[in-house]
Each structure stands twice: as C-alpha cells, then as structure tokens.
T-cell receptor, first 114, second 112 residues
C-alpha cells in the first residue's frame, strides 16, 4: 500500500462548486503539505502544517482552505472553484526531525474546473 | 531573480550519453539541497540529496558550490529509463525551516 494517498485521483467540477481533496499518510510524519503544479510554473506551495494544531499559508493560499483532522490526514478545500484552479494537486509529508527535509509525495489529484 | 532557476530543456540525448543539469539558487542561507525526479503525470520522488563535498550514486553525481550558489547533476551512461523531468530543490531558511522551494524542472529525453 502507498504511504501517501490522495482522493480523488481525478475530478471534474463546475465553477462555483465546493470541492475537497483528501490526503492520508501512514508514514507517521508530523509535517504535511499541499502543492499545485501547473505547466511551466513548477510546484507551488498552497498550505502546510507542521503538526495537528499548526496550519500555515504557503505561496498561493488565496481561494483555498485546509483542515488537519489528525496527524495522518490533511484536506484541501476549494470553497468556490474557478477555472484557473485547474491543475495537478499534490500532497506531501516530511519527518522534519534531525534536519531531514525530504518530502514524500502522494500520486496527485488532477482537478479540472469548467 | 527567481529563487531556484533551471534550464527547462528539453535535453534530447542518445542512450549512453553523459548529460549535465545546472541549477542556481538565490538565497545564500539555504541549508539543504536535493534533486527530485518526476515522470510524466506522476509525483516527484527524491533522486538524491546534494552535499557540499559532492556525492555519487551509481551513474548519478551531484555537486554543490555554495560560493556560486550553484548545484549540478551529472548522469553518465544515460538509459531510456532516465527520461523524466529533474527538479532542483532547496530548503527555505527561517520560520518555515524545512520547507522546500522547487525549480521548474529540466526535461530529459533519452533516445535509442
């Protein structure tokens, strides 16, 4: 089984709809991240969480919100989806202890907003 | 100046070729450096960390030059399976210690 899972893997939704992307991990890591990837723009950080009670905005948080329901679960919500939120979304985790900053990514969610 | 800059490529090389990727970063206080590999429509995966002394893993060699804020990745004896996008990654310094800044990636295509 994969260590970091994301659901759904693909989603098509309409402008104005609320949508939630979910991420779960079995690595036991405290740190979790949400990124989006667009062609030509690379990976950009949306939100990150260093533990269950810690939520921080990333580079491009406008239009998004997150919830850290447990150490293993980190959800990303689009309250009112718009077409320019069409992208590939990745969740990632890291241990962060002892200077270990390697991040482990989920398989991604391909979101299309029409 | 962008925080992490890479030549986007694509680099089209024949099997067996040696290919080198370069990357520059803007924050002199960055502490940790990595190369990630991303296959088409897949998640990024760590290829190797980059240390000041340089490090090698099989056909892959990574170098770091802190004075020039420059990172490189050398791939020897390229294989078809090396075709992917290679992402240069550095850590953020300060309050969000440990967060990563990703370059946009360099695309490699190895041809038979």
């Amino acid at each position: 089984d994969a260590d970091v899972t994301q659901t759904p893997r693909n989603r098509i939704t309409k402008t104005g709809k609320r949508i939630m992307l979910e991420c779960s991990q079995t690595k036991g890591h405290d740190r979790m991240y949400w990124y989006r990837q667009d062609p030509g723009l690379g990976l950009r950080l949306i939100y990150y969480s260093f533990d269950v009670k810690d939520i921080n905005k990333g580079e491009i948080s406008d239009g998004y919100s997150v919830s850290r329901q447990a150490q293993a679960k980190f959800s990303l919500s689009l309250e009112s989806a718009i077409p320019n939120q069409t992208a590939l979304y990745f969740c990632a985790t890291s241990d962060g202890t002892g200077g270990s900053y390697e991040q482990y990514f989920g398989p991604g969610t391909r979101l299309t907003v029409t | 100046r962008k925080e992490v800059e890479q030549d986007p490529g694509p680099f089209n090389v024949p099997e067996g070729a040696t290919v080198a990727f370069n990357c520059t970063y803007s924050n002199s206080a960055s502490q940790s450096f990595f190369w990630y590999r991303q296959d088409c429509r897949k998640e990024p995966k760590l290829l190797m960390s980059v240390y000041s002394s340089g490090n090698e893993d099989g056909r892959f060699t990574a170098q770091l030059n802190r004075a020039s804020q420059y990172i490189s990745l050398l791939i020897r004896d390229s294989k078809l399976s090396d075709s992917a996008t290679y992402l240069c990654v550095v850590t953020v310094y300060g309050g969000s210690q440990g967060n990563l800044i990703f370059g946009k990636g360099t695309k490699l295509s190895v041809k038979p």
